[in-house]
């Protein structure tokens, strides 16, 4: 059976926009410092803001159906949502981020309850061909046979240098493509 809510996880994702799962949410108050907080003021965060972080983790989902997200922001967000089974326990898995913002009465959304996380990446496992193959349109033939290919090498090398591929393709408009 099917434990998806239509407010935080629409179980048919036809194709979904870039704001697809978002909604609006208040940000007031949560620290937008990409720096890692001192220690000290972890216990500072209210449960609210704690919430509203799971929420705005879940956000980054939705850019695995926008062609133009960065390749290297959807590679990152892939590893989190497909994670280890081990790892799903961990304060801001997206196991976790599933349970804290369906159960949550603090929650942005509507109450969902648990949700199947396995059912929720089996739903993404489905879209992905068809999202990742809109995003690929926009490159020269050669990047989407590599990523094809090669995904862990080419998210290996965006990891490295997230403006690895903007580089690769300046480097051959600029130079032609030696073999042709």
Same mark, same amino acid.
């Given at each position: 059976?099917?434990?998806?809510?239509?407010?935080?996880?629409?179980?048919?994702?036809a194709h979904p926009g870039p704001d697809a799962l978002t909604g609006s949410l208040p940000l007031e108050g949560?620290?937008?410092?990409?720096?890692?907080?001192?220690?000290?003021?972890?216990?500072?965060?209210s449960e609210e803001e704690v919430v509203y972080l799971h929420w705005r983790l879940l956000q980054d989902v939705a850019q695995l159906a926008d062609?133009?997200?960065?390749?290297?922001?959807?590679?990152?967000?892939?590893?989190?949502?497909?994670?280890?089974?081990?790892?799903?326990?961990?304060?801001?898995?997206?196991?976790?981020?599933?349970?804290?913002? %369906?159960?949550?009465?603090?929650?942005?959304? %509507?109450?969902? %309850?648990?949700?199947?996380?396995?059912?929720?990446?089996?739903?993404?496992?489905?879209?992905?061909?068809?999202?990742?193959?809109?995003?690929?349109? #926009?490159?020269? #033939?050669?990047?989407?046979?590599?990523?094809?290919?090669?995904?862990?090498?080419?998210? #290996?090398?965006?990891?490295?240098?997230?403006?690895?591929?903007?580089?690769?393709?300046?480097?051959?408009?600029?130079? %032609?493509?030696?073999?042709?």
């Amino acid at each position: 059976m099917l434990s998806l809510c239509t407010s935080c996880c629409s179980p048919r994702l036809a194709h979904p926009g870039p704001d697809a799962l978002t909604g609006s949410l208040p940000l007031e108050g949560i620290p937008s410092s990409p720096l890692p907080l001192p220690t000290d003021s972890v216990g500072d965060w209210s449960e609210e803001e704690v919430v509203y972080l799971h929420w705005r983790l879940l956000q980054d989902v939705a850019q695995l159906a926008d062609p133009a997200a960065p390749l290297a922001e959807k590679f990152d967000t892939l590893l989190w949502v497909f994670t280890e089974p081990h790892y799903d326990a961990l304060p801001f898995s997206f196991a976790t981020c599933l349970r804290v913002v %369906g159960c949550n009465p603090l929650s942005p959304i %509507g109450y969902c %309850g648990a949700v199947d996380v396995e059912e929720v990446r089996d739903q993404l496992r489905h879209q992905l061909r068809r999202w990742f193959e809109c995003s690929l349109e #926009a490159y020269p #033939a050669w990047v989407q046979q590599l990523v094809r290919e090669r995904p862990d090498w080419v998210h #290996a090398h965006l990891d490295k240098n997230p403006q690895w591929l903007n580089e690769q393709l300046k480097s051959m408009a600029e130079q %032609g493509d030696l073999f042709s």
